[in-house]
């Protein structure tokens, strides 16, 4: 029996949202929370004693749900992905896993799950085929609320699987954390990206990727370019609590951008143009207070161009703009971060902003019935601790 534990960090956006999906640029960063799965192989099963099950245990929602190995087989048939060939999964296929799904009776109130499950089985028989197993799946991530959750959720359990597949050559005698080289996070990665499409249909794969190599990234169709900021930056994260649908959202920018092919095609070149501008920011010099308030300033006005553009896709939610409201009071300056349609609102904290405001303001956001969570003072700064006393710059696996 081998068992391993993944983790992998959720993520914020802080530029090109939506528009990255249709070819610009974005800037993104991975959080201090994490999606943490624990993965047990089991051996073959002597053939009077049945043939054994996968198991999947979301421990957060006290859920549990296993499909026998026989029941799999019979559904899926034979053949399964080699899992060094990360290969996306076929219209019927997807059918079927999502009967094998619906097996499951899961409750009505939590019925979101099924794409999340149906990713979960997908990732697991491409990559193990039938063989007996177990997934524990924890999280510090508030689900649906544009931080990167499903991403995580992707990431974590394919990291997991391929570290005791053939794919990925690991040392299970190790009982410390360690990290997968660039090309096996590149697998890690590409598997991931198959499961987002599976839970969001078409993402742009920026949510995975950063979740998989972490730090602070650009991006754009698929390729990535590190930045590493001159200075800390301050963020304030406020999850509005309002669920929403990411593939809807996703499908109704597209159908705007179909009405209004030239209007929609200039938002999103200007998104492009504020993404690489704020990439050029962050990492610009910045050695005294004038010099980091001036870099502040222009990064929130970018911050603002970006939420207003956000608007014309169509993706603000009221809650949203009473975040936005709150925030203009204390002369911040704030977006939604993510799918929007709720979920979470970014909100740059000035370097000379005092703990006195920041408390006032998470008071007043606590008492709208919002939650507030603070981006830590190292985000995709380049005086980072080491990434194995940090844990956010890679997936990291341990022996148990």
């Known amino acids: 029996m081998a068992e391993v534990r993944a983790r992998a960090p959720g993520k914020i956006i802080i530029s090109g949202e939506h528009a990255v999906v249709h070819g610009s640029t974005a800037v993104a960063a991975a959080i201090d929370l994490y999606t943490h799965v624990s993965f047990r192989l089991d051996p073959p099963l002597p053939p009077e004693n049945g043939d054994g099950s996968v198991e999947l245990e979301l421990k957060d929602m006290a859920l549990v749900f296993s499909w026998s190995s ?73 689900l649906g609320s544009g931080l990167g959750s499903s991403a995580s959720f992707c990431v974590s359990v394919a990291g997991a699987l391929l570290a005791l597949s053939d794919a990925i050559s690991v040392d299970t005698s190790q009982t410390e954390w360690f990290k997968f080289s660039k090309n096996e996070l590149e697998l890690v990665n590409r598997w991931a990206f198959e499961g987002e499409k599976i839970i969001h249909g078409k993402p742009s794969g920026i949510d995975n990727t950063v979740s998989t190599f972490g730090g602070m990234i650009q991006f754009r169709s698929g390729e990535l370019t590190h930045i590493k900021s001159s200075a800390p930056l301050r963020m304030l994260i406020t999850n509005t609590k309002v669920g929403r649908n990411t593939k809807a959202l996703v499908a109704g920018v597209s159908e705007r951008a179909s009405r209004h092919p030239d209007a929609m095609a200039s938002v999103f070149a200007a998104v492009d143009f504020i993404s690489k501008e704020l990439s050029a920011i962050i990492q610009s010099p910045a050695q005294d207070d004038i010099s980091i308030t001036a870099r502040e300033e222009k990064i929130e006005e970018l911050m603002e161009m970006n939420q207003g553009l956000l608007q014309c896709m169509g993706v603000s939610h009221a809650a949203i703009e009473t975040v936005l409201r709150t925030m203009l009071k204390y002369k911040l300056a704030s977006k939604l971060t993510g799918a929007g349609g709720g979920g979470c609102v970014l909100t740059l904290l000035p370097t000379l902003l005092s703990c006195t405001i920041v408390d006032k303001v998470i008071a007043e956001l606590d008492s709208c019935g919002f939650q507030c969570l603070k981006a830590e003072d190292w985000l995709g700064y380049h005086n980072l601790p080491s990434n194995k006393e940090l844990g956010t710059n890679h997936n990291y696996f341990d022996e148990l």
Not at 74 to 81: I, K, M, N, T
Not at 106 to 118: D, H, Y
């Open 70 to 142: 026989s029941r799999l087989k019979e559904v899926l048939g034979d053949g399964f992905a080699d899992p060094s060939t990360p290969v996306s999964c076929s219209p019927g296929r997807i059918k079927l896993i999502a009967a094998l799904v619906e097996e499951q009776n899961i409750p009505e109130a939590k019925i979101w799950l099924s794409s999340g499950v149906s990713c979960f089985l997908y990732l697991y028989t491409s990559i193990h085929g039938y063989k007996r197993g177990k997934v524990v799946v924890t999280s510090d991530l508030p």
